[in-house]
């Protein structure tokens, strides 16, 4: 039915076939996720992909948590590699409240960061609190606002950070599972 419904997304009789086959395996299954899987993908074939209010992940604790390799390496699973093809940037950073340092480095469409350095040919060296940034990364505030608030202190090219900022992708919280995107109901 797959291939129907990817063909055809209007095709009613395939999407309650799938549907149906679908719930089927979610009642059957004995495993917790699979029957959510299944029974989540039997809904989406009925009702679609509704767009309500996605919960915020993202929390104050949860931020204090992540050490900055893992946000530094979730900045690089955002990174778009056709955006970032063909451009090159360094920008060292220096958070004033821990004493941490990182050398963020965009080469070949890839992000990369090393901890405890500092790049001598970098195109940006941003000094700001390890606070300021979990408040940004919140949403509580901007780069712009904590520029020039004079919480943000930046030396060197202050169009490299602007630009990284600009090749990184946002998801969706909801996002279809069986079906094309955009396909019928919903």
């Given at each position: 039915?797959?291939?129907?419904?990817?063909a055809?997304?209007?095709n009613?009789?395939?999407?309650?076939?799938?549907?149906?086959?679908?719930?089927?395996?979610?009642?059957?299954?004995?495993?917790?996720?699979?029957?959510?899987?299944?029974?989540?993908?039997a809904?989406?074939?009925?009702?679609?992909?509704?767009?309500?209010?996605a919960?915020?992940a993202?929390?104050?604790?949860?931020l204090?948590?992540?050490?900055?390799?893992?946000?530094?390496d979730?900045?690089?699973?955002?990174?778009?590699?056709?955006?970032?093809?063909?451009?090159?940037?360094?920008?060292?950073?220096?958070?004033t409240?821990?004493?941490?340092?990182?050398?963020?480095e965009?080469?070949?469409?890839?992000?990369?960061?090393i901890?405890?350095?500092?790049?001598?040919?970098?195109?940006?060296?941003?000094?700001?609190?390890?606070?300021?940034?979990?408040a940004?990364?919140?949403g509580?505030?901007?780069?712009?606002?904590?520029?020039?608030?004079?919480?943000?202190a930046?030396?060197?090219?202050?169009?490299?950070?602007?630009?990284?900022?600009?090749?990184?992708?946002?998801?969706d919280?909801?996002?279809?599972?069986?079906?094309?995107?955009?396909?019928?109901?919903?």
């Amino acid at each position: 039915m797959n291939h129907g419904i990817f063909a055809d997304p209007s095709n009613t009789a395939a999407r309650e076939l799938q549907a149906d086959a679908l719930e089927q395996m979610g009642y059957q299954a004995e495993s917790g996720p699979w029957w959510n899987f299944y029974l989540s993908g039997a809904k989406e074939l009925r009702e679609g992909v509704k767009k309500i209010g996605a919960p915020n992940a993202a929390s104050p604790d949860t931020l204090r948590a992540m050490d900055m390799g893992l946000l530094f390496d979730y900045m690089a699973m955002r990174l778009n590699g056709p955006k970032a093809e063909g451009k090159s940037m360094k920008l060292n950073w220096r958070f004033t409240d821990t004493g941490e340092q990182y050398v963020l480095e965009l080469e070949n469409a890839a992000l990369s960061h090393i901890a405890g350095r500092q790049a001598a040919d970098a195109d940006l060296t941003v000094s700001l609190a390890r606070e300021t940034l979990n408040a940004i990364l919140l949403g509580k505030t901007t780069f712009e606002k904590e520029i020039g608030a004079g919480s943000i202190a930046m030396t060197g090219n202050a169009r490299v950070l602007g630009d990284l900022l600009s090749i990184l992708d946002t998801f969706d919280f909801w996002f279809n599972i069986v079906t094309p995107v955009d396909a019928l109901p919903g």
